[in-house]
């Protein structure tokens, strides 16, 4: 296998780019990718051990930056291509970690030990020939019992759980949402409440009286509407209102105490 100085690469490269540049062909696109992947491959060892994912996953995702960077990279502005194209492969990979990611972030610590568990597992258990212990590993790992248990919790809930989750085993599915208070519905009600009062009360109004507040209130008209509606003048719609309210606040209120 050649390696080639930074000068060759250089000028491979600015070859590649004036060709692609002018013919668009994906041929000589994929021969720019050849040219540097190195700089994919640079990016992935950096990540490669703070993921759980897989080196070919993760490669092939760093050169999806790659290919955006070379579709938007311009020879003539004088920048090196490296420097262009690194911010487009991290940030692609970064944005594929992130939504691969869990909804709820843990410890960075609880994150290094169960990385570590995993190496730890397969030791023990192509040593002893069965499934080690929670004790066995924690002490391989240098912490308590109670610790490593706080670890596995941790990872276990990364996830939140779905409210449609069923609590127990029976037939009345009952669900997590079920348990939770419903304060909105609570405010519903109240409403509701206010509603049915405010009717029994307009309701024991004199009708012309009533017939003002339905009109300025439940139908939103102006007082010199209503007075054309009802035939009557504004100043006595305007009596009305301030009549029948006084007398509904009367007729509520006592039922508050």
């Known amino acids: 296998m050649t390696t080639r100085t930074s000068t060759e690469y250089k000028l491979d ?41 897989n080196y070919d ?10 290919i955006r960077a070379i579709e938007r ?10 420097s262009f194209a690194l911010p487009y ?16 972030r843990i410890p960075r610590r609880c994150v290094e030990l169960k990385t570590q568990s995993n190496r730890i597992v397969r ?4 040593k002893l ?26 990872h276990q809930n990364r996830e939140p759980i779905s409210l449609d989750t069923s609590i127990n085993d029976d037939n009345d599915r009952n669900t997590l949402a079920d348990c939770l208070p419903d304060h909105q519905y609570r405010s519903f009600q109240l409403v509701e409440e206010d509603k049915i009062r405010l009717n029994n009360a307009l309701a024991q109004l004199e009708e012309g ?12 008209l102006t007082q010199k509407e209503t007075a054309e509606k009802l035939g ?7 009596r009305r209102v301030k009549k029948g309210i006084t007398k509904m606040r009367g007729l509520i209120e006592p039922e508050e105490f």
């Open 129 to 154: 020939n069965r499934q080690p212990t929670d004790r066995e590993i924690a002490k391989e790992l240098g912490i308590s019992l109670e610790e490593w248990q706080d670890v596995k919790l941790a």
């Open 232 to 238: 009557i003048s504004v100043i006595t719609v305007s």
């Open 57 to 66: 996953d993760l490669l092939q995702i760093g050169c999806l930056g790659l």
């Open 89 to 104: 492969i991290k940030g692609e990979i970064q944005h594929y970690l992130r939504d691969k990611g869990y909804s709820i």
């Open 73 to 82: 990279f311009d020879p003539t502005k004088g920048y090196a291509f490296s």
């Open 13 to 53: 490269n600015d070859r590649l780019f004036a060709s692609y540049h002018e013919t668009q062909d994906l041929n000589v696109r994929n021969e720019i990718l050849q040219l540097n992947l190195g700089l994919v491959r640079k990016e992935v060892c950096h990540w490669i051990n703070q993921c759980q994912e």
């Open 209 to 220: 009286t009533r017939k003002v507040l339905e009109f300025v209130f439940l139908q939103d």
């Open 123 to 126: 030791q023990l258990r192509s």
